[in-house]
């Protein structure tokens, strides 16, 4: 019969500093909140959406007033660009919802304790080989996506931004998004092959 591991017994102060990780708990759960919320807007736009598509006035004067832009021509009825609009902001409350889970379930398995996933049918694929490095590069992904939206959502009513050089500072911002992303994915990189020598070496 296979002996159980031992768990080491740590001294008083040490295991009160490990202890402390769970603090993070209720910070997770403060982040499920958050997901409810963005569960909450989602259904709340889609509505209104499918209302004024059917000619409801209340409700296309809300969407309306929802991707209304200063300076840009506010149209009077649904259009293609009009649910462009509206739809680039569904996606974009979808992307935030994604980042969020990767921080909720990455993070509580990273940082707080192992959720024992091994085997289950629902496991994210990425969640197999999760650590610190990994995540840190799927969250810079999650937020160029998320401002790749945003950009778009400028280019559609560019002519709005022509004047205050808006997109200018939106496409610069985006463009360091992208930047600071390549150059975490290259720093993981150098040191996993950093790893590796040390790691064949000790096999020897």
Not at 72 to 77: L, R, S
Not at 147 to 170: R, V
Not at 174 to 202: E, R, W
């Amino acid at each position: 019969m296979d002996q159980q591991k031992k768990v080491p017994q740590m001294r008083t102060l040490p295991s009160l500093i490990f202890m402390s990780r769970w603090l993070q708990v209720p910070l997770y759960l403060g982040l499920i909140l958050a997901q409810a919320v963005y569960v909450y807007m989602f259904w709340s736009e889609l509505y209104y959406l499918i209302l004024s598509a059917f000619g409801n006035e209340a409700a296309l004067k809300h969407i309306l007033e929802a991707i209304a832009v200063e300076g840009a021509k506010v149209p009077t009825k649904l259009n293609e660009v009009t649910i462009m609009l509206v739809v680039l902001g569904l996606i974009d409350v979808v992307m935030i919802s994604n980042l969020l889970i990767m921080v909720i379930i990455g993070g509580y398995e990273t940082f707080v304790s192992r959720m024992d996933l091994d085997g289950h049918p629902d496991q994210p694929e990425w969640l197999s080989h999760v650590n610190a490095s990994v995540l840190k590069v799927k969250l810079a992904t999650a937020i160029i996506g998320i401002s790749s939206i945003h950009l778009l959502k400028t280019f559609i009513n560019a002519k709005a931004y022509m004047s205050n050089g808006e997109w200018i500072a939106q496409t610069v911002i985006h463009v360091v998004f992208l930047l600071s992303a390549i150059s975490i994915a290259y720093c993981d990189k150098l040191m996993s092959h950093q790893d590796k020598p040390s790691k064949s070496g000790a096999a020897h």
